[in-house]
């Protein structure tokens, strides 16, 4: 989850001057006589102050008279926004300006997720865990597939909704959707990958994800909603691995921005091309991933059709039949009817979800047969 206080502390600026709602110690003496006379060096005061981790900071700056509301609203919010690990682990922030002429004095208040000791000890943690799970040699899709896999396993969507940052996903074990993109966001970074972490919606709820560059490639992906909840230990889910921006509108929303690079890459293709260089890995990603299920031979589009898999996966003795259906606005009374006289089996069990991979309203079905 997201701090919509954020948006608010700094678009309640009136007249130059905010006052916090939460209570604040005395501001340390760091008033530069001359002041700082341009946005850049007033940017770079804020992020030495954001990245020492400190709570309060007071600075002059001295520009247009015009613009100086301006210059200071949207000079803060360029720091804040200069890096996004940074960016999620600042719980609040704000300032207190007062204005003579064309200078300003402004009281600067933040409050963080995260400690800098926490922030430098995810760092370190990370280091470690990436130099016993990552190989020599490998692939950015490898790596990324491997550092996805352990952050499910190795952290649960903490339904208190408490804890935000990744210090408490490492520490903890349990944390929001936040602290997820800001693991992920650390990791890959680490590894060499190019990441962003985006800011949106999910399911009506506030949200945070990330962005990956793999080979050339833009490319969403969901560590939250790729972990089951309740946590299943050694369950993985894929439906947010690798979708295009198009895929993952189906219940994903979020404001255009140039900070996030267009995903319009099929990650299907992809693999289906390196596959074919023979590499197995390859392979059984398209697998994990449910790529198969695009293709006609897992794909059912009325109640006809489910009824006749369905037979047909009883008469060959199987125990399960996963397939893709088409009409997902219907999907549950269509499976009662399909499944209606079946018969040759002591009991059906079905479970259906929402499939990732296509732009329309389907449902990936999972039956279980008994006999």
């Given at each position: ?12 600026l009136?007249?130059?001057?905010l ?67 940074l960016?999620?682990i ?48 490998m ?17 649960s ?16 074990g ?14 890959m ?39 089951p ?81 369905i ?27 399909a ?33």
């Amino acid at each position: 989850m997201i701090t919509a206080i954020k948006a608010w502390l700094v678009s309640s600026l009136l007249f130059g001057t905010l006052s916090l709602t939460t209570a604040c110690g005395p501001f340390p003496s760091m008033l530069a006589s001359a002041g700082v006379s341009s946005p850049a060096l007033l940017k770079q005061d804020i992020l030495t102050a954001l990245n020492e981790r400190q709570s309060s900071v007071q600075l002059r700056y001295t520009g247009k008279a015009s613009s100086l509301k301006t210059d200071i609203k949207n000079t803060l919010e360029a720091a804040i926004r200069a890096d996004d690990y940074l960016h999620y682990i600042v719980k609040t922030y704000g300032y207190k300006a007062t204005i003579r002429g064309n200078t300003a004095t402004i009281d600067f208040s933040f409050t963080y997720w995260e400690t800098l000791a926490q922030s430098n000890e995810v760092k370190a943690n990370v280091a470690r865990t990436l130099k016993r799970i990552l190989l020599p040699g490998m692939s950015d899709h490898q790596k990324e597939k491997v550092i996805h896999d352990w952050i499910v396993t190795n952290l649960s969507y903490d339904t208190r909704l408490i804890s935000h940052s990744a210090y408490d996903g490492l520490m903890e074990g349990s944390t929001v959707c936040q602290g997820y993109a800001l693991l992920t966001y650390e990791m890959m970074r680490q590894a060499g990958i190019p990441v962003k972490i985006v800011e949106g919606t999910s399911r009506g709820q506030a949200h945070t994800w990330n962005l990956v560059q793999i080979g050339g490639k833009w490319y969403h992906i969901d560590t939250t909603w790729n972990d089951p909840v309740p946590d299943t230990a050694g369950k993985v889910y894929y439906n947010y691995y690798n979708l295009t921006d198009s895929q993952l509108r189906v219940d994903h929303k979020w404001k255009p921005s140039a900070e996030y690079p267009l995903a319009v890459s099929d990650y299907g293709k992809v693999l289906t091309a390196l596959a074919a260089k023979g590499s197995d890995f390859y392979k059984k990603l398209y697998g994990q991933l449910g790529f198969v299920y695009l293709e006609d031979a897992y794909t059912v589009a009325d109640v006809d059709g489910l009824a006749k898999k369905i037979r047909a996966a009883v008469d060959a003795g199987e125990h399960e039949l996963v397939l893709r259906y088409t009409r997902g606005a219907t999907v549950k009374s269509d499976l009662q009817k399909a499944l209606n006289g079946q018969k040759g089996i002591s009991g059906i069990s079905y479970t259906y979800e929402d499939y990732t991979r296509s732009i329309s309203n389907d449902k990936l079905i999972r039956i279980k047969l008994k006999y």
